[in-house]
């Protein structure tokens, strides 16, 4: 099987890219290389010695790219139909995090975190002198509570497969949870090194592969943080967030990559939404036992490929007959590549949540354990999804990982 975490590069870069001179002059620029730009030491102990993230135009811009960014489209049109007032900043007056998360002591070890901030959800308190004066500073992060409905939770109640604790489960079946939505914040140093890249070639290969978006990528080395314009991570916690960071807390985990046809519509061609519902099921539990459970989900629909590709190739398995053997390849036939996912960003969330060991590991992906293996997270037991609960259209699913290897457990 071949994947990949980074689009494909060969030669150097002014083979295929205009230099950032050139891109400078043609954006009517200037390099600005050692301006006002606020400070930002990645990885450093605190929030004021780390500095803040901070966009827009102004002169201490130190960041590439908008907040929210898969969403920037939508805010554009917002401003040019008048919708939007472009100068609007938003009051964050009462939306402190519900729950408090760290800070941990992954959070300024050296490489630990390079795909999101482990500071954005507390930079109303942080950085509120400079909001006060302007700067454009928004919260990356944020932490609420709230209460989850599966009718797959419902039904394990009734059989007595789970019981009503009115803290973590009702007796309904709802489940309360602390719920936590992160947008993506790139340090493309820390990106770069974990993908084996240098730091020029990951820019170019950002700019090449989105037809020219982003040209400060290449005409403005000095500026390192990159929001990128990609959908973010939800994070449901089951029990009590302040458990995390002890090394005693029973942790149960599920790194659940999005699947719309199957997590919310139900599609029986895969076990995604079998495992997500699992998954909680086992949360629940650890959670009753004093621990916590984590479901981290990202949206990266088709192996992060995309739903369009994910369809063609549904019709290209289908049109050659729908067996374990062609299940990859046909993937790869269409896309080039079979998974696009790059695990190894995925375990940033763990260490963000002071994760260092997980108990109980709801996945059967030896790109997962690999990738959280490598992050320095141990892992206890493994636990497969129940045969009971794989459709009959999810055989081809699981018959093709199994001869591809798929899982790293004995069977």
Not at 42 to 63: C, D, F, K, L
């Amino acid at each position: 099987m071949r994947h990949t975490c980074s689009p494909r590069w060969n030669g150097p870069v002014s083979s295929v890219l205009p230099t950032p001179a050139d891109v400078i002059e043609r954006s009517g620029g200037s390099n600005r290389e050692g301006s006002s730009l606020a400070t930002v030491s990645w990885g450093a102990p605190s929030a004021q010695e780390r500095g803040p993230i901070v966009t827009g135009s102004g002169s201490e811009r130190n960041a590439i790219g908008i907040h929210a960014g898969a969403f920037a489209p939508y805010r554009a049109i917002s401003i040019a139909t008048g919708a939007l007032d472009e100068g609007h900043r938003p009051d964050l007056t009462h939306t402190k995090p519900s729950a408090t998360i760290g800070p941990f002591p992954q959070w300024a070890q050296p490489g630990k975190i390079v795909a999101l901030d482990p500071w954005g959800h507390r930079v109303a308190d942080d950085h509120a002198d400079l909001i006060s004066e302007g700067w454009q500073i928004q919260p990356s992060i944020a932490v609420t509570e709230g209460r989850l409905e599966m009718p797959e939770i419902a039904s394990a109640l009734q059989a007595g497969h789970l019981q009503a604790d009115g803290r973590i489960l009702d007796s309904r079946g709802g489940m309360n949870v602390t719920k936590i939505a992160i947008d993506p914040t790139w340090w493309l140093p820390g990106i770069a090194n974990r993908l084996g890249l240098s730091e020029p070639a990951l820019r170019a290969a950002l700019v090449n592969t989105s037809g020219g978006m982003y040209p400060d990528l290449l005409a403005r080395p000095d500026i390192k943080v990159f929001l990128p314009p990609i959908g973010g991570t939800s994070v449901y916690l089951f029990g009590d967030p302040t458990r995390l960071g002890d090394s005693t807390t029973p942790i149960a985990c599920r790194i659940h990559d999005e699947c719309n046809g199957s997590d919310v519509f139900g599609s029986d061609m895969c076990t995604c939404r079998p495992y997500l519902a699992f998954a909680a099921e086992e949360c629940v539990r650890t959670a009753q036992e004093r621990g916590v459970g984590v479901i981290v989900y990202n949206r990266k629909e088709g192996r992060a490929l995309g739903e369009v590709v994910k369809y063609l190739v549904y019709n290209a398995r289908r049109g050659s007959g729908d067996v374990a053997d062609g299940y990859f390849a046909r993937t790869e036939e269409i896309a080039g590549v079979q998974d696009m996912r790059c695990q190894s960003l995925a375990v940033d969330v763990l260490h963000w949540l002071g994760i260092s060991r997980i108990d109980r590991w709801l996945s059967m992906s030896h790109l997962k354990r690999k990738a959280v293996a490598e992050g320095g997270i141990e892992i206890g037991n493994q636990i497969e999804l129940p045969t009971d609960r794989i459709a009959a259209g999810a055989e081809v699913e699981i018959s093709a990982k199994i001869s591809a290897g798929y899982f790293t457990e004995p069977r």
